[in-house]
């Protein structure tokens, strides 16, 4: 691995702060291997993200994990074990994938369980940053609280509704838990950028180039040419940012650094954080070698100070019924076949059960037509196959249920016209109903104006450095 001491900058003896992102996601896999070079490079700290609304509602309204209590112990394990041998900061934000005070406490107790299977003394800091609903209605009532697009204006009744509402912090908090004395700090709900942004800010950095960095390598290697082969270094100085693989097999370029400032963002020269803008349209990217790049220009405007709220309700109940089809006069004719099947399917729920069309929905999801995109298909395309995904959504898992035993008989043997033989699809499980539980949605998106970044955030210490295992 190339020496992260090492630049051709022209400030090479300024002080730079190396922050080592060994994965995009806690729980994703780390690298033992990898993150033991970097450390040993000169690494100064240690910060990944573990958080995001990437896969659903369903995260933040349990307070459950994405990933396996099995992964995220294993790659704490080992990140807490290289904390330990090196003496640097450990730093991991939006615990528990929602960051809600349940995600990040059952984080907390992993973190604990390996301290003493370990005999670690760490002392860890918790930033907690969920929201109770009567101090947000208050502050909504005030008009601290406004609306991103494309929603509208908050109402109280929709606060009511949430299950758990979060505030997504910037790295005020990280920095005063690491000024406290903490040796990993875990976080409630943060940006991505700011869990990778505080260390270099709090040693000095330019927030421009600590910004930047954040957002490039908050994915871990997702910034690389092999995004799957470990990590990456980041490297920030005054004025400037290097970011490099972890990996000696892996590369990153000019092209696969700077395209990273398009994930997840609709301008890729504009990317809005708590307190602040950052803008990157005058931003260089240069390769140093085959592997580092160099990146100059980014800057960051300070803006009055706003956390983003997500919150995130219980929905409705659903089953599914899933049938494989390859019957050459259904391919021909997907789309007329797809509308008799949900008009025959309707009319008998509504006949068998006596339901109104709005006590229930039925979706027929074609994989292999356009079941991921919903978009017109092509003009003469015709698959060769297609699986068909059956979905009841009701107030019940009964009612669910039932409604899918009742769509049963036409779900699997529905012809594309009448008076033909009655055909008779496959299906892979069996029974054919699948109870996929509760169905959950995102109310809240939205921004609350805050005096600074530790408004909306409680900090609690636990240091099992002393004899007491205290906590404060």
Same mark, same amino acid.
């Given at each position: %691995?190339?020496?992260?001491?090492?630049? $051709?900058?022209?400030?090479?003896?300024?002080? *730079?702060?190396?922050?080592?992102?060994?994965?995009?996601?806690?729980?994703?896999?780390?690298?033992?291997?990898?993150?033991?070079?970097?450390?040993?490079?000169?690494?100064?700290?240690?910060?990944?993200?573990?958080?995001?609304?990437?896969?659903?509602?369903?995260?933040?309204?349990?307070?459950?994990?994405?990933?396996?209590?099995?992964?995220?112990? =294993?790659?704490?394990?080992?990140? %807490?074990?290289?904390?330990?041998? *090196?003496?640097?900061?450990?730093?991991? +934000?939006?615990?528990?994938? $929602?960051?809600?005070?349940?995600?990040?406490?059952?984080?907390?107790?992993?973190?604990?369980?390996?301290?003493?299977?370990?005999?670690?003394?760490?002392?860890?800091?918790?930033?907690?940053?969920?929201?109770?609903?009567?101090?947000?209605?208050?502050?909504?009532?005030?008009?601290?609280?406004?609306?991103? $697009?494309?929603?509208?204006?908050?109402?109280?009744? #929709?606060?009511?509704?949430?299950?758990?509402?979060?505030?997504?912090?910037?790295?005020?908090?990280?920095?005063?838990?690491?000024?406290?004395?903490?040796?990993?700090?875990?976080?409630?709900?943060? #940006?991505?950028?700011?869990?990778?942004? =505080?260390?270099?800010?709090?040693?000095?950095?330019?927030?421009?180039?600590? *910004?930047?960095?954040?957002?490039?390598?908050?994915?871990?290697?997702?910034?690389?040419?092999?995004?799957?082969?470990?990590?990456?270094?980041?490297?920030?100085?005054?004025?400037?940012?290097?970011?490099?693989?972890?990996?000696?097999?892996?590369?990153?370029?000019?092209?696969?650094? $700077?395209?990273?400032?398009?994930?997840?963002?609709?301008?890729?020269?504009?990317?809005?954080?708590?307190?602040?803008?950052?803008?990157?349209?005058?931003?260089?990217?240069?390769?140093?070698?085959?592997?580092?790049?160099?990146?100059? +220009?980014?800057?960051?405007?300070?803006?009055?100070?706003?956390?983003?709220?997500?919150?995130?309700?219980?929905?409705?109940?659903?089953?599914?019924?899933?049938?494989?089809?390859?019957?050459?006069?259904?391919?021909?004719?997907?789309?007329?076949?797809?509308?008799?099947?949900?008009?025959?399917?309707?009319?008998? #729920?509504?006949?068998?059960?006596?339901?109104?069309?709005?006590?229930?929905?039925?979706?027929?999801?074609?994989?292999? *037509?356009?079941?991921?995109?919903?978009?017109?298909?092509?003009?003469?395309?015709?698959?060769?196959?297609?699986?068909?995904?059956?979905?009841?959504?009701?107030?019940?898992?009964?009612?669910?249920?039932?409604?899918?035993?009742?769509?049963?008989?036409?779900?699997?043997?529905?012809?594309?016209?009448? +008076?033909?033989?009655?055909?008779?699809?496959?299906?892979?499980?069996?029974?054919?109903?699948?109870?996929?539980?509760?169905?959950?949605?995102?109310?809240?998106?939205?921004?609350?104006?805050?005096?600074? +970044?530790?408004?909306?955030?409680?900090?609690? %210490?636990?240091?099992?450095?002393?004899?007491?295992?205290?906590?404060?």
């Amino acid at each position: %691995m190339t020496d992260n001491n090492a630049s $051709s900058s022209p400030d090479a003896g300024t002080a *730079w702060t190396t922050v080592a992102v060994p994965v995009g996601a806690l729980g994703a896999g780390v690298r033992a291997d990898l993150l033991e070079q970097a450390m040993a490079a000169g690494a100064d700290a240690i910060a990944l993200d573990a958080g995001s609304t990437d896969s659903g509602p369903a995260y933040l309204a349990t307070g459950k994990s994405k990933y396996s209590r099995d992964s995220l112990k =294993a790659d704490l394990t080992v990140l %807490m074990a290289a904390r330990d041998r *090196w003496k640097v900061p450990l730093l991991i +934000g939006s615990c528990g994938t $929602s960051g809600c005070d349940e995600a990040l406490d059952s984080t907390r107790d992993i973190v604990l369980e390996i301290a003493a299977e370990l005999g670690l003394k760490p002392r860890i800091a918790l930033l907690y940053s969920e929201i109770d609903p009567e101090y947000l209605k208050a502050r909504n009532t005030d008009g601290r609280v406004h609306p991103l $697009s494309p929603f509208g204006a908050l109402q109280n009744g #929709t606060i009511d509704q949430c299950e758990h509402i979060v505030a997504l912090m910037g790295p005020e908090p990280y920095i005063a838990a690491l000024e406290a004395g903490a040796d990993i700090v875990l976080g409630g709900r943060t #940006t991505d950028t700011a869990v990778l942004a =505080a260390v270099p800010l709090m040693r000095g950095a330019g927030a421009g180039p600590a *910004w930047h960095a954040g957002k490039i390598a908050e994915c871990g290697g997702q910034c690389t040419v092999n995004p799957i082969d470990g990590g990456v270094v980041i490297r920030v100085g005054p004025d400037r940012f290097e970011v490099a693989p972890m990996s000696d097999a892996n590369r990153c370029t000019p092209f696969t650094v $700077s395209e990273h400032m398009l994930y997840e963002n609709s301008d890729p020269h504009t990317l809005y954080e708590p307190g602040g803008v950052l803008r990157v349209e005058s931003a260089r990217y240069e390769a140093l070698d085959d592997r580092r790049v160099l990146v100059t +220009g980014g800057r960051f405007e300070a803006a009055p100070y706003t956390m983003k709220l997500e919150g995130a309700a219980n929905g409705p109940f659903q089953t599914l019924m899933i049938v494989g089809i390859a019957a050459p006069e259904v391919m021909a004719s997907v789309d007329v076949f797809l509308e008799r099947m949900q008009k025959a399917l309707d009319d008998r #729920t509504r006949s068998v059960l006596g339901l109104a069309p709005d006590a229930y929905t039925i979706s027929l999801r074609p994989y292999g *037509w356009n079941a991921v995109t919903g978009a017109p298909v092509d003009k003469g395309f015709v698959p060769r196959e297609l699986g068909l995904m059956f979905v009841a959504t009701a107030a019940t898992q009964d009612l669910a249920t039932r409604i899918a035993k009742t769509a049963n008989p036409y779900f699997f043997h529905f012809p594309l016209t009448m +008076g033909m033989e009655l055909p008779s699809y496959a299906f892979p499980f069996s029974p054919a109903e699948i109870e996929r539980g509760r169905s959950y949605a995102f109310l809240l998106n939205h921004v609350i104006e805050v005096a600074d +970044g530790h408004e909306l955030v409680r900090i609690a %210490m636990i240091d099992l450095s002393s004899d007491a295992g205290g906590r404060s």
